[in-house]
């Protein structure tokens, strides 16, 4: 039981972290995925930069499209965080348990996260599709949920599922990186200090805040190819692409994806965006990082006040 409340506590902070930092920098993720998911050659492109993207929104009237989709991809966020983090946590110790260790090691941190990451991947790729085509969508003609995932076929709501199974090495490393690098910055603390501590290990929001940044960098920096071939992939059809069937399912493949952006940008196509998609991560993440830790706080109280409720109340029962 005391496992089971454990995961939950981590994985209901992690959530509710993904959603404030999903909410928060909304507007900059939709610039930043329609920047993405335009794959044309250089005199060809309508958005030479993120912001020509936000000026179009601005000069068109449709600066409130700047949150298309926010409910499908807020939801999506919830219950992706939530899932991955009630894994992650449970695989964890179950780890530690089975295996008698303090502390877990680098390789297999790196196999529980993936393992929890792909179970996120394969539970939750529908909700990433629809709100991928709705946030690259054309300004004021995004369609709600149901609707998007209707206009295609049931196998179409996993478009993208294997390149985004490949990309839960992007957490794996990020959340690798941050446990790794927030051991030793507590063992450097727990030097200075004395006592016994009697709730989780938890930083402070800053140095919560700057691991997380720097765990998630390095992270996007190594998986950003495959990044945007997943935005490709995902991405809403233009007006243009309608009229080009062949070339369309084409880019739904990851070799197709991965053949237009040679062809139309050569090298340099793979690493499109890769300023505005290390700016929003790393704020996104970073601020997930620092929202959880606060939070798994706070669980953690809550934890230590039901388990004593549940073992006042089971003894009760047994003199009973």
Request: net charge positive; proline share 2%; charged share 20%.
């Amino acid at each position: 039981m005391g496992l089971d409340l454990e995961s939950l506590a981590e994985a209901t902070s992690g959530a509710i972290g993904s959603l404030v930092s999903t909410t928060v920098l909304y507007p900059l993720d939709t610039c930043k995925t329609k920047y993405q998911a335009e794959n044309q050659s250089s005199h060809q492109r309508k958005y030479r930069n993120i912001s020509d993207v936000l000026w179009e929104a601005v000069s068109t009237g449709h600066v409130g499209s700047l949150y298309q989709g926010i409910g499908t991809k807020n939801f999506q966020s919830f219950i992706s965080s939530f899932i991955y983090f009630y894994g992650y946590s449970f695989l964890k110790r179950m780890y530690l348990k089975r295996s008698g260790n303090k502390k877990i090691g680098t390789k297999a941190n790196l196999i529980v996260a993936a393992a929890a990451g792909a179970c996120t991947v394969v539970l939750t790729q529908p909700l990433d599709t629809a709100s991928s085509r709705m946030q690259t969508s054309e300004f004021g003609k995004s369609k709600g949920f149901w609707k998007t995932l209707a206009e295609g076929t049931w196998s179409e709501a996993f478009d993208g599922l294997g390149i985004s199974l490949l990309l839960t090495s992007n957490p794996s490393i990020q959340y690798t990186v941050f446990d790794q690098l927030k051991q030793r910055l507590l063992r450097t603390q727990l030097t200075r200090e004395s006592g016994i501590e009697s709730s989780p290990e938890a930083l402070s929001a800053f140095s919560a805040f700057v691991l997380g940044a720097l765990s998630k960098c390095v992270a996007t920096i190594l998986t950003y190819p495959a990044i945007r071939c997943k935005v490709v992939i995902q991405a809403a059809e233009s007006d243009e692409e309608r009229n080009e069937d062949k070339q369309h399912d084409d880019k739904k493949t990851v070799s197709g994806a991965l053949n237009t952006i040679w062809k139309r940008e050569g090298l340099l196509g793979f690493f499109k965006g890769l300023q505005a998609q290390i700016l929003k991560t790393v704020l996104s993440s970073a601020l997930l990082l620092m929202i959880k830790e606060k939070v798994a706080k706070t669980s953690w109280i809550i934890l230590i006040a039901v388990r004593r409720y549940l073992f006042v109340t089971n003894t009760r029962l047994k003199s009973a």
